[in-house]
Protein backbone atom coordinates (compact mmCIF):
# COMPACT_ATOMS: atom_id res chain seq x y z
CA UNK A 1 0.00 0.00 0.00
CA UNK A 2 1.25 3.86 -1.09
CA UNK A 3 2.19 5.95 1.52
CA UNK A 4 -0.80 8.04 0.01
CA UNK A 5 -3.20 5.36 0.29
CA UNK A 6 -1.93 4.61 3.91
CA UNK A 7 -1.16 8.08 5.53
CA UNK A 8 -2.76 10.76 3.55
CA UNK A 9 -6.00 9.03 1.74
CA UNK A 10 -7.44 7.75 5.37
CA UNK A 11 -7.37 11.73 6.74
CA UNK A 12 -8.98 13.08 3.75
CA UNK A 13 -12.04 10.36 3.73
CA UNK A 14 -12.44 10.97 6.97
CA UNK A 15 -12.91 14.18 6.40
CA UNK A 16 -14.99 14.03 3.38
CA UNK A 17 -17.61 11.15 5.24
CA UNK A 18 -17.70 13.18 7.95
CA UNK A 19 -19.24 16.30 6.34
CA UNK A 20 -22.59 16.88 8.23
CA UNK A 21 -24.94 16.55 5.51
CA UNK A 22 -23.58 12.76 5.56
CA UNK A 23 -23.51 12.56 8.99
CA UNK A 24 -27.15 13.16 9.35
CA UNK A 25 -27.99 9.68 6.78
CA UNK A 26 -25.58 7.60 9.26
CA UNK A 27 -27.75 9.48 12.12
CA UNK A 28 -30.84 8.07 10.45
CA UNK A 29 -29.81 4.82 9.38
CA UNK A 30 -27.41 3.58 12.22
CA UNK A 31 -29.62 3.72 14.75
CA UNK A 32 -32.12 0.57 13.33
CA UNK A 33 -28.89 -1.73 13.77
CA UNK A 34 -29.85 -4.66 16.56
CA UNK A 35 -27.97 -7.32 17.86
CA UNK A 36 -25.00 -9.14 15.98
CA UNK A 37 -23.71 -6.44 13.63
CA UNK A 38 -21.27 -6.31 10.89
CA UNK A 39 -20.05 -2.97 9.23
CA UNK A 40 -19.02 -3.14 6.19
CA UNK A 41 -16.62 -0.83 5.17
CA UNK A 42 -15.64 0.94 8.79
CA UNK A 43 -13.56 3.21 7.65
CA UNK A 44 -12.69 5.67 10.79
CA UNK A 45 -15.36 4.89 12.87
CA UNK A 46 -17.95 7.28 12.29
CA UNK A 47 -20.94 5.36 12.73
CA UNK A 48 -20.06 3.93 15.86
CA UNK A 49 -21.47 7.16 17.96
CA UNK A 50 -25.08 6.11 16.15
CA UNK A 51 -25.23 2.84 17.07
CA UNK A 52 -28.03 2.41 19.68
CA UNK A 53 -26.18 0.64 22.35
CA UNK A 54 -29.16 -0.87 24.23
CA UNK A 55 -29.70 -2.47 20.76
CA UNK A 56 -26.26 -3.75 20.01
CA UNK A 57 -24.18 -6.58 21.17
CA UNK A 58 -21.31 -6.82 19.10
CA UNK A 59 -19.86 -4.79 16.15
CA UNK A 60 -17.79 -6.26 13.41
CA UNK A 61 -15.49 -3.89 11.57
CA UNK A 62 -14.61 -4.82 8.39
CA UNK A 63 -11.89 -2.51 7.48
CA UNK A 64 -8.58 -3.56 5.22
CA UNK A 65 -7.24 -0.52 5.56
CA UNK A 66 -4.61 -0.33 8.01
CA UNK A 67 -4.43 3.98 7.86
CA UNK A 68 -8.29 3.69 8.70
CA UNK A 69 -8.25 1.36 11.33
CA UNK A 70 -5.67 3.54 12.70
CA UNK A 71 -7.92 6.71 11.90
CA UNK A 72 -11.03 4.81 14.53
CA UNK A 73 -8.89 4.13 17.16
CA UNK A 74 -10.55 7.04 19.21
CA UNK A 75 -13.91 5.85 17.72
CA UNK A 76 -13.77 2.32 18.96
CA UNK A 77 -12.06 3.43 22.17
CA UNK A 78 -15.03 5.08 22.94
CA UNK A 79 -17.53 2.49 21.98
CA UNK A 80 -20.10 1.45 24.77
CA UNK A 81 -19.97 -2.19 23.23
CA UNK A 82 -17.32 -4.72 21.67
CA UNK A 83 -15.80 -3.59 18.50
CA UNK A 84 -13.76 -6.57 16.83
CA UNK A 85 -11.92 -5.69 13.92
CA UNK A 86 -11.79 -7.75 10.89
CA UNK A 87 -8.82 -6.54 8.15
CA UNK A 88 -10.27 -7.96 5.29
CA UNK A 89 -11.77 -6.51 1.79
CA UNK A 90 -15.54 -6.98 1.41
CA UNK A 91 -15.49 -9.53 -0.59
CA UNK A 92 -13.67 -11.99 2.40
CA UNK A 93 -16.21 -11.86 5.18
CA UNK A 94 -14.41 -14.70 7.63
CA UNK A 95 -17.79 -15.06 9.53
CA UNK A 96 -19.94 -18.28 10.08
CA UNK A 97 -22.95 -18.39 7.82
CA UNK A 98 -26.00 -16.81 9.35
CA UNK A 99 -24.25 -15.54 12.23
CA UNK A 100 -25.27 -11.65 11.93
CA UNK A 101 -28.01 -9.76 12.60
CA UNK A 102 -27.51 -6.98 10.85
CA UNK A 103 -25.53 -5.80 7.97
CA UNK A 104 -24.81 -2.20 8.03
CA UNK A 105 -23.32 -0.22 4.74
CA UNK A 106 -22.40 3.27 4.54
CA UNK A 107 -20.80 4.69 1.69
CA UNK A 108 -18.47 1.57 1.19
CA UNK A 109 -20.68 -0.30 -1.71
CA UNK A 110 -19.27 2.93 -3.88
CA UNK A 111 -15.42 1.63 -3.35
CA UNK A 112 -15.45 -2.46 -3.62
CA UNK A 113 -13.93 -3.94 -6.29
CA UNK A 114 -16.64 -7.56 -6.87
CA UNK A 115 -19.77 -5.16 -5.38
CA UNK A 116 -21.63 -8.85 -6.28
CA UNK A 117 -18.92 -11.08 -4.36
CA UNK A 118 -18.96 -9.00 -1.09
CA UNK A 119 -22.56 -8.34 -1.15
CA UNK A 120 -23.34 -12.41 -1.84
CA UNK A 121 -20.96 -12.58 1.39
CA UNK A 122 -22.80 -9.83 3.11
CA UNK A 123 -26.08 -12.20 2.30
CA UNK A 124 -24.52 -15.16 3.24
CA UNK A 125 -23.34 -14.12 6.70
CA UNK A 126 -27.17 -12.47 7.48
CA UNK A 127 -29.55 -14.80 9.70
CA UNK A 128 -32.71 -15.59 8.31
CA UNK A 129 -34.61 -11.71 9.27
CA UNK A 130 -31.57 -10.52 9.42
CA UNK A 131 -31.54 -7.04 7.41
CA UNK A 132 -29.04 -5.40 5.79
CA UNK A 133 -29.04 -1.55 6.64
CA UNK A 134 -27.41 0.95 3.68
CA UNK A 135 -27.09 4.57 2.99
CA UNK A 136 -24.65 5.18 -0.08
CA UNK A 137 -23.89 7.79 -3.37
CA UNK A 138 -24.23 6.99 -6.60
CA UNK A 139 -25.69 7.09 -10.22
CA UNK A 140 -28.05 10.71 -10.25
CA UNK A 141 -31.22 10.16 -12.05
CA UNK A 142 -31.05 13.34 -13.81
CA UNK A 143 -29.29 13.02 -17.08
CA UNK A 144 -26.73 16.07 -17.32
CA UNK A 145 -25.37 14.97 -13.97
CA UNK A 146 -25.19 11.64 -14.68
CA UNK A 147 -22.62 12.79 -17.64
CA UNK A 148 -20.57 14.25 -15.45
CA UNK A 149 -20.49 11.70 -12.74
CA UNK A 150 -18.95 9.54 -15.96
CA UNK A 151 -16.74 11.89 -17.28
CA UNK A 152 -15.20 12.80 -14.08
CA UNK A 153 -15.41 8.83 -12.27
CA UNK A 154 -12.19 8.31 -14.01
CA UNK A 155 -9.99 10.62 -12.13
CA UNK A 156 -12.09 10.49 -8.80
CA UNK A 157 -11.48 6.77 -8.80
CA UNK A 158 -7.96 7.30 -8.84
CA UNK A 159 -7.82 10.15 -5.73
CA UNK A 160 -10.17 8.92 -4.11
CA UNK A 161 -9.49 5.61 -3.14
CA UNK A 162 -11.21 3.44 -5.62
CA UNK A 163 -14.32 5.27 -5.03
CA UNK A 164 -17.11 5.24 -8.25
CA UNK A 165 -19.74 7.92 -8.42
CA UNK A 166 -21.60 6.42 -11.01
CA UNK A 167 -23.08 2.89 -9.42
CA UNK A 168 -26.72 1.88 -9.59
CA UNK A 169 -27.13 1.29 -5.77
CA UNK A 170 -30.71 -0.25 -5.99
CA UNK A 171 -29.48 -2.55 -8.94
CA UNK A 172 -26.71 -3.49 -7.28
CA UNK A 173 -28.52 -4.67 -4.13
CA UNK A 174 -31.19 -6.44 -5.74
CA UNK A 175 -28.69 -8.45 -8.41
CA UNK A 176 -27.08 -9.68 -5.50
CA UNK A 177 -30.27 -11.31 -3.89
CA UNK A 178 -31.69 -8.76 -1.93
CA UNK A 179 -35.46 -7.26 -1.59
CA UNK A 180 -35.71 -3.55 -0.73
CA UNK A 181 -37.54 -2.87 2.31
CA UNK A 182 -37.80 0.68 1.88
CA UNK A 183 -35.33 3.76 0.21
CA UNK A 184 -34.93 7.45 0.40
CA UNK A 185 -33.38 9.45 -2.28
CA UNK A 186 -31.95 12.66 -2.92
CA UNK A 187 -29.28 15.10 -3.71
CA UNK A 188 -27.57 15.87 0.19
CA UNK A 189 -27.38 19.93 0.40
CA UNK A 190 -23.91 21.53 0.58
CA UNK A 191 -22.59 17.96 -1.26
CA UNK A 192 -21.52 18.55 -5.25
CA UNK A 193 -24.38 17.36 -7.48
CA UNK A 194 -21.99 15.07 -8.83
CA UNK A 195 -21.55 13.29 -5.68
CA UNK A 196 -24.14 13.81 -3.89
CA UNK A 197 -26.98 11.32 -5.37
CA UNK A 198 -28.02 9.59 -1.89
CA UNK A 199 -29.82 6.24 -1.36
CA UNK A 200 -30.43 4.94 2.14
CA UNK A 201 -32.82 2.45 2.57
CA UNK A 202 -32.89 -1.12 4.00
CA UNK A 203 -33.17 -4.68 2.44
CA UNK A 204 -33.49 -8.21 3.14
CA UNK A 205 -32.45 -11.50 1.91
CA UNK A 206 -34.74 -13.19 -0.93
Same mark, same amino acid.
Given at each position: ? @??????????????????????????????G??????????? @?????????????? *???? *? %?????????? =??????????? =???????? %?????????? +??????????????????????????????????E????P? %????? &??????? *? &??????????????? %?????????????? +??????????????????????
Amino acid at each position: M @SFYENHVLPHLLHLSCGHKAVDRQRAAVVPGARGRVLEVGMG @SGLNLPHYDPDRVE *LVWG *L %EPSEGMRRKA =RRNVAGAPFEV =RWLDLPGE %EIPLESDSVD +TVVLTYTLCTIPDWHRALEQMRRVLKPGGQLLFCEHGAAPD %EAVRK &WQDRVNP *L &WRKVAGGCNLNRAIP %ELIEHAGFGLQRME +TGYLPKVPRFAGFNFRGAAVPR
